[in-house]
Structure formats: structure tokens, C-alpha cells
């Protein structure tokens, strides 16, 4: 979970605002989602999701692309629960930090959430 996120949303809107927030909180901005390959699982509920986000970070310029996996599971048409997962040190190495990255390991997690 980042810095500042709520733990959790409820609802479609409250989801929508997050991740608007999320991204919008941040100097990577994405501009396009490709590759996306979706895996059933045994759960009928249950669908894992391969996809690459590209964009640039705005404070550079720099292009970036990050894969991402998300874990969603749906019921009645509806998702009720996403797990995300990225390539932080990627993500870091991008937004020119993996020195704040490698410092943060080291600390508590309040530490790590100071600004």
C-alpha cells in the first residue's frame, strides 16, 4: 500500500477516485495499457491480469512501461476485491529514487512514510 492510500475502497466511484488520485499524486503519468492477458484460475471468481502501462514521467520527460499484475476477483458482474502488483525497483529507477528506495528498506515503517 502507498504512502498516504487508504487501505481500502468501497464502491465503484471510490475506486475510480482512488486510482485517479493515485496516479495523479505522482509524476508518472500513464498514457496507454497494452498486452493484457487474462488468466482463469480454479476460482470462478477469480482472474489474474498481465497488462504494461506506458507513459512518461512529466517532471523529466522520460518514457517509461512497467508490467503489471493484478488480481481481481468479480462476483455478479461486479469487482469486489483487486491486488496490484509492480516492479517497484522499476518503478523507483524511473522516477530517479532507488536511493530513497534503498534507504526506506532499512527504516520502520514510520520511518519510511516521512516525507
Do not use: N
Not at 493515485?22 to 480454479?42: T, Y
Not at 482472474?47 to 512518461?56: F, H, S
Not at 493484478?70 to 536511493?99: E, K, W
Amino acid at each position: 500500500m502507498a504512502p498516504g492510500m487508504p487501505e481500502r475502497y468501497q464502491g465503484r466511484e471510490e475506486v475510480r477516485a482512488g486510482y485517479r488520485a493515485a496516479w495523479g499524486a505522482r509524476p508518472a503519468q500513464p498514457q496507454k495499457i497494452h498486452d493484457v492477458r487474462v488468466h482463469e484460475s480454479i476460482d470462478p471468481e477469480v482472474i489474474t491480469v498481465e497488462q504494461v502501462v506506458v507513459g512518461t514521467v512529466t517532471t523529466t520527460g522520460q518514457a517509461f512501461s512497467f508490467p503489471v499484475l493484478s488480481v481481481l476477483r468479480v462476483r455478479h458482474g461486479l469487482i469486489v476485491h483487486v491486488q496490484d502488483y509492480i516492479d517497484g525497483l522499476r518503478v523507483a529507477r524511473t522516477m530517479d529514487r532507488p536511493a530513497a528506495v534503498v534507504a526506506g528498506l532499512g527504516a520502520s515503517q514510520t520511518e519510511a512514510q516521512k516525507p
